[in-house]
């Protein structure tokens, strides 16, 4: 969910920051179990500029890897860090399959692993080189969400593949996806609201922004800081809608809870 991260240009926006940080690391206690999200250190990272992408993985028993999606992520801004819009297309695959099989495949011979799931966030910089942000195994597949997204696209179920050691064929299954755009959008609560003063968000309008929802999971605010995730299928000349969405706060969705005098 993009917690805790920031990017810092100068000594002010840092001290914003760590003030941030302990607002918002004491908001989210106790969510979830340390093992997922540990609030005890943070890691000071050097801020790689370039496109940005997320794939998932695997291993097989031969150590050899398999890319099981490429999700590009795409930001409203540079200064934007939220996780809100990731997309996948036959072009962004294309583009990539071959490198990024060869990127992944040098971590695993460094690390000699074998049967082995992965979430990996890469970059691609300006000079071509690629750069590892984090190659996470507890993050395969997300929260059900990036597995699910080949599924929806694709037509394929990555766990199952994983666990059956089945690669994807994928001039089979990228045929008729041309200038299509699959996306997984996650509409963390970026309205500057606390949840306990929001009386109702507004999911009808939400879609109505969308030409193609191929499906949308509400998720409790109240105990998440986050509305829901919405998988769509949109045209290439339609990307307009996603980018309203990716710069949108989401204040146009939700009603405030009446105060009483």
């Not at 979430?119 to 080189?129: A, M, P, Q």
């Not at 755009?181 to 969308?210: M, P, Q």
Request: proline residues 4%; aromatic residues 14%; glycine residues 6%.
């Amino acid at each position: 969910m993009s917690m805790g991260v920031y990017k810092i240009s100068n000594f002010e926006e840092w001290v914003n920051a760590i003030e941030s940080i302990i607002a918002e690391t004491a908001q989210v206690k106790g969510l979830y179990p340390e093992a997922v999200f540990n609030a005890g250190s943070f890691i000071i990272e050097q801020c790689i500029n370039g496109e940005e992408f997320a794939l998932d993985a695997y291993y097989n028993s031969n150590g050899e890897p398999v890319i099981l999606n490429i999700l590009k992520h795409i930001f409203s801004s540079y200064a934007d860090v939220s996780d809100r819009v990731y997309i996948s297309s036959k072009e962004i695959i294309e583009n990539n399959l071959k490198e990024f099989t060869n990127f992944v495949d040098k971590i695993g011979k460094l690390a000699g692993l074998k049967n082995f799931p992965v979430h990996i966030e890469l970059r691609r910089d300006r000079y071509s080189v690629l750069l590892p942000i984090e190659v996470n195994p507890m993050r395969f597949g997300g929260w059900c969400t990036t597995p699910d997204m080949s599924f929806m696209a694709y037509g394929f179920n990555p766990y199952l593949y994983y666990f059956s050691q089945k690669k994807p064929d994928w001039s089979k299954l990228l045929k008729g996806k041309e200038k299509k755009l699959f996306s997984l959008i996650v509409l963390d609560n970026s309205t500057g609201i606390d949840a306990a003063d929001i009386a109702s968000f507004n999911y009808e309008k939400l879609l109505s922004g969308f030409e193609k929802p191929m499906e949308f999971r509400k998720i409790d605010y109240r105990q998440y800081p986050i509305f829901g995730f919405l998988f769509t299928e949109t045209r290439e000349d339609k990307f307009s809608e996603l980018k309203n969405i990716l710069s949108s706060d989401l204040n146009e969705f939700i009603s405030i809870k009446t105060k009483m005098a």
